[in-house]
């Protein structure tokens, strides 16, 4: 019980980045009184609190997520390094133990996605309750509120695509009951998402050039409404989220998607890029791993990063998979400019095998060591065309609408519209491979084959030379729940074929 009185006060202490406390002064009794008499008494309590919650999203795209998703999934794969294969093998334990014996436990896959998201539910939970009381500007309260809403529905959609049904967490933990939740079901789990979001759009500013980077709009948070909406089956309340994003006109697609993720061009690229993770090199703890790992090894790649590792790469199979003519291929590249100036082939870019596919949709070359500008998107306008796309579909069938929506995406990539008369089922399959093709490394490709109960068939198919063999089992359409929290909260199950 000891333990988990201390991690129940280290939740607490988090929200407060200032706070120094000696050992000696902590005890493991938990006290409330940190928030009720010292903290949240003024407008720059409640800004420290929100940056608190929002600051959990650089820990879960700072890696876990991404580790979760795209090492499991069919359009890359890592070195296998510090356990990160064991993603991509299916062989993972619900103690983690590969990653936790490497030392990377919290960083390298699902149980980060656990842990940050619950840091960050909790810290949204303390403005929620805290923030109402404050004396302060009315519009910004009212923001504050929302954008915490916002990212509590964000945090508990999180967990349930990775982990299926999770203890619903509304109340901020003053004391170790309040901390220990049984799981919910998933619908109340949507039930929940749903309002939080609900509060959010209602409370958040519309898009303008004067939001501050990194925060998310009333129409980003539609659109993130609009996925969620899909993921829950609700067609129509999807697809009207969606089209009120694209009919709002406050965004719009960047001409040339590889500007999309360029980090000379990261402003303009926010009327594409809703809602992202900013990284910035300049300010410690703020830039995101994924630059790192995807660059070539030895930092030898100058256009790629001043250090990178080579721990990350697409299978060939779908480097194959564009149309010559698409020009999001040229996100991947099978050769690499040296820092001597010499083209490096395939064959050399990696020894694990001849055919490393490098993915250069993170990419700094101005970054100072490991420390990086590469934005990671939450939500972009593109990825809302396509969810509109296949939400209208699976309500109304392929319609010219849905078409329309897709055509959106494809002629912006260069190619044709999608081949016309195709059934509902093939257009739905067209959707998920454009989905595929534009998103691919935004830690998204899993949770489409998950959502839709297809890795059991796509999966199997994916291998190469460094993973011959691939064999998810039912099992696998959800990560176990860590161990070590299931050993402190007893009201936590594991989830079915974890036990």
Not at 208 to 235: C, T
Not at 260 to 286: C, H, I, Q, S
Not at 344 to 367: A, C, E, F, M, W
């Amino acid at each position: 019980m000891k333990t988990i009185k201390k991690q129940v006060l280290l939740v607490l202490l988090a929200i407060v980045p200032a706070l120094t406390l000696s050992c000696s002064e902590l005890d493991e009794t938990v006290y409330s009184s940190i928030f009720t008499t010292n903290f949240y008494k003024t407008a720059s309590d409640a800004e420290a609190g929100l940056a608190a919650s929002a600051g959990s999203l650089i820990n879960l795209y700072g890696f876990p997520l991404l580790a979760a998703s795209d090492f499991a999934a069919d359009q890359s794969y890592p070195r296998a390094v510090v356990g990160r294969n064991t993603l991509t093998l299916f062989t993972y334990d619900p103690y983690f133990t590969a990653q936790r014996n490497s030392g990377r436990h919290e960083t390298e896959g699902p149980q980060g996605v656990w842990r940050y998201s619950y840091k960050g539910i909790e810290n949204a939970n303390w403005i929620i309750e805290k923030v109402p009381a404050i004396q302060m500007d009315m519009q910004r309260r009212t923001e504050i509120l929302a954008e915490a809403y916002a990212l509590r529905g964000f945090y508990h959609w999180t967990l349930t695509k990775t982990f299926n049904e999770i203890p619903l967490k509304t109340k901020a933990s003053s004391s170790e009951a309040e901390a220990l939740v049984a799981k919910s079901p998933r619908v109340d789990v949507y039930k929940q998402i749903y309002s939080d979001l609900d509060q959010a759009v209602a409370g958040l500013p519309s898009y303008s050039a004067n939001l501050v980077k990194g925060r998310p709009s009333k129409e980003a948070i539609q659109g993130l409404y609009a996925k969620v909406a899909l993921y829950n089956e609700d067609w129509a309340k999807s697809l009207q989220l969606a089209q009120a994003v694209i009919s709002s006109g406050k965004y719009s697609l960047m001409p040339n998607v590889l500007d999309v993720f360029d980090v000379d061009k990261e402003d303009a690229a926010r009327a594409e890029n809703m809602w992202a993770v900013e990284a910035e090199r300049l300010t410690p703890g703020r830039w995101l791993t994924v630059m790192g790992i995807a660059g070539p090894r030895n930092s030898s790649g100058i256009d790629y990063a001043k250090v990178s590792y080579g721990s990350w790469f697409a299978y060939q199979s779908f480097f194959d998979s564009f149309d010559p003519k698409d020009k999001r291929r040229a996100l991947l590249d099978t050769t690499y400019r040296d820092v001597s100036g010499k083209i490096v082939p395939q064959k050399d870019i990696t020894p694990v095998t001849p055919k490393g596919v490098l993915i250069r949709k993170y990419r700094d070359p101005n970054s100072i060591a490991e420390a990086n500008n590469c934005n990671f998107p939450i939500i972009r306008l593109a990825d809302v065309y396509l969810i509109a796309a296949e939400a209208e579909a699976r309500q109304n069938g392929p319609t010219a609408t849905a078409y329309g929506y897709i055509n959106t995406v494809r002629k912006r990539a260069g190619l044709a519209d999608l081949t016309p008369g195709l059934s509902k089922d093939a257009f739905i399959a067209a959707v998920l491979q454009e989905r595929s093709w534009e998103l691919f490394a935004e830690a998204d490709r899993w949770y489409d084959l998950t959502r839709t109960n297809t890795f059991l068939t796509v999966i199997p198919k994916v291998v190469n030379d460094v993973y011959p063999t691939r064999s998810p089992q039912a099992k696998h359409r959800y990560y176990p729940i860590p161990l070590e929290e299931i050993q402190a909260n007893p009201k936590l199950t594991q989830n079915p074929g974890w036990e």
